[in-house]
């Protein structure tokens, strides 16, 4: 599998510029919104966390970055664009691009993440805040100051994450649905992890203390799976039709 091939990442790094005007504003509105979050404009400016890594999961995953990161997913996808079809010689080569332009979307939109929240917490601890305490926010996973873990780590749970949920939205896309009910399944999926497995909290806090080699491999077999799925999957589209815009 040549995925990670010069040419592809070029490939998809060049569709990426093309839609870099949506790219921007998305990711401006959200570290505005991130922003207005630490500025004491009211009650619900919250400065009681003591990291960086406490800063982002203030901003829910499932209900701020994830839906972020999907309709920047589903605004930079359009595989049967004349470019895209002469790129590639058969169905399984796009189904290759689409999921790397998932993954490389990921990395980007993790280390944007990463910079407007670093941002925002200097700019918290060192002009709004001066003198404030390590204390925890009510809002957080696991609500408890001792906590110790890895920034790196976590961010690299976030990239996984994020690639993950992103190629199952396609994946339901390749599988006839529509982008909006492709959307709202992988939200509501997110969503119930909340009340059924917690396995967004064991990712981002108790796996690095757990195993996390163990956790990363498994991560690394399930991106590996989808994208193997969505090779399969696009192997039987028609993509000189309308209809399968994806």
Known sequence: MKMFSRQNVFFAWQDLRLHRTVIKMV??????????GVLPLGMMA???WHSLKDFI????????????????????????????????RTRRQIGLHKALLVVVLAGGVSLWVTVAGGLC??????????HMPNAHAAFLYVPH??????????????FF????YGLLF????????????????VIILAVLDMFTVHMLPYLFY???????????????????MFVNLICLSSSRKNYYVQDDLL
């Not at 990711?27 to 207005?36: E, F, I, K, R």
């Not at 100051?145 to 976030?158: H, R």
């Open 121 to 130: 917490t200097m700019f918290v601890k060192f002009i709004i805040y001066p």
């Open 57 to 88: 999961l203030l901003y829910r995953y499932e209900f701020f970055h994830l839906p972020v990161f999907l309709f920047l997913l589903g605004s930079t996808l359009q595989t049967n664009a004349w470019v895209i079809l002469r790129r590639y």
């Open 145 to 158: 100051s001792e906590d110790k873990s890895s920034f790196l780590y976590f961010l690299v749970m976030y």
């Open 161 to 164: 994450v994020t690639a993950i």
């Open 170 to 185: 396609i994946v339901f896309i390749d599988f006839g649905w529509s982008r909006f009910f492709a959307f709202a399944a």
């Open 46 to 48: 919250i400065g009681k």
């Open 206 to 224: 108790i796996s690095e203390q757990a195993s996390p080699v163990w956790t990363i491999l498994v991560l690394i077999v399930v991106l590996l």
């Open 27 to 36: 990711l401006g509105v959200m570290s505005l919104l991130m922003l207005a």
